[in-house]
């Protein structure tokens, strides 16, 4: 199916977790879920732990963080993210609540931007009035997916270009772990910025792409995103300090008062003068 949005445009594909700037490298946390069905026990178990580990993060930013945006997706299994999110996809389940977290998956060749992602979910804030921006969230890979597909998290604002905060390579076992991630000074005071979480999937050879379809055509590759949270601080309001040397300017009424009592007394001296 054609793609939703622009064209695709070459980029040097990100190596394995890649670092940068104030990025903190994910952490590994336990988890007990695995892709596919889940029940109720595990699900419960998943949420504790990562829910846990994340307020963590969170609180050890700062006393001061303010909620900029949040969602558990806590909701029916459903192909459209509903909320704030707009979605990019090639086919009509790429993007998706799954198992009450985001899912990213798809099975194309090639290499993905930004601009021009595999698979996408967006969300747009304003973080007019706040700084110390940080994203928080839980993130599996789908057990399709090898060392050579990334998920990705980048922002903007209006039509600038993407700014990658935080990348890893989607190999392993399907399990959990967490990340929070700054987003650095020029996202602060902003009208609006976009935030995407998008995918960048890779078969090795057609034949591997056709034996992962027989197999188990609903594990393509690609990530499950939980737990997101977006927390700011409170720009603080700072006061002008007075001018150096300046008097105070007095209030009307206390000029009133000084002319009065300037008049008192020179009617005092005159009655003493004419006694």
């Given at each position: ?94 993007v998706a609540i799954s ?37 928080s969230f839980a993130w ?136």
């Amino acid at each position: 199916m054609a793609r939703k949005m622009l064209q695709r445009h070459c980029v040097r594909r990100l190596p394995a977790a890649v670092v940068s700037g104030e990025l903190q490298k994910p952490q590994p946390m336990a988890s007990a879920l695995k892709n596919g069905i889940q029940t109720s026990g595990t699900q419960k178990m998943k949420k504790n732990k990562i829910a846990l580990g994340l307020a963590a993060l969170a609180v050890s930013g700062s006393a001061l963080a303010a909620p900029v945006f949040s969602d558990e997706f806590n909701r029916s299994n459903a192909n459209n993210l509903g909320g704030d999110w707009s979605e990019i996809e090639r086919n009509g389940n790429d993007v998706a609540i799954s198992g009450n977290a985001l899912q990213l998956r798809d099975d194309n060749r090639g290499v993905a931007s930004a601009s021009s992602p595999d698979a996408a979910a967006t969300f747009s804030v304003s973080t007019l009035g706040l700084e110390d921006l940080f994203l928080s969230f839980a993130w599996a890979p789908l057990i399709a997916s090898e060392d050579e597909d990334v998920l990705n998290v980048s922002w903007r604002t209006g039509d600038n270009a993407w700014t990658n905060i935080w990348s890893s390579g989607l190999g392993g076992d399907g399990g959990w772990s967490s990340a929070n991630v700054g987003l650095g000074a020029s996202a602060a005071n902003l009208e609006s910025i976009d935030i995407r979480f998008w995918t960048d999937v890779d078969h090795s050879s057609i034949l591997e792409a056709l034996a992962g379809l027989i197999s188990n055509p609903l594990a393509n590759e690609g990530a499950r995103i939980d737990w997101i949270s977006l927390t700011g601080n409170p720009i603080p309001v700072v006061e002008a300090p007075p001018v150096s040397g300046s008097q105070p300017v007095p209030e009307p009424a206390t000029l009133a008062l000084l002319g009065l009592g300037l008049a008192g007394l020179g009617a005092l001296r005159r009655k003493q003068r004419a006694a």
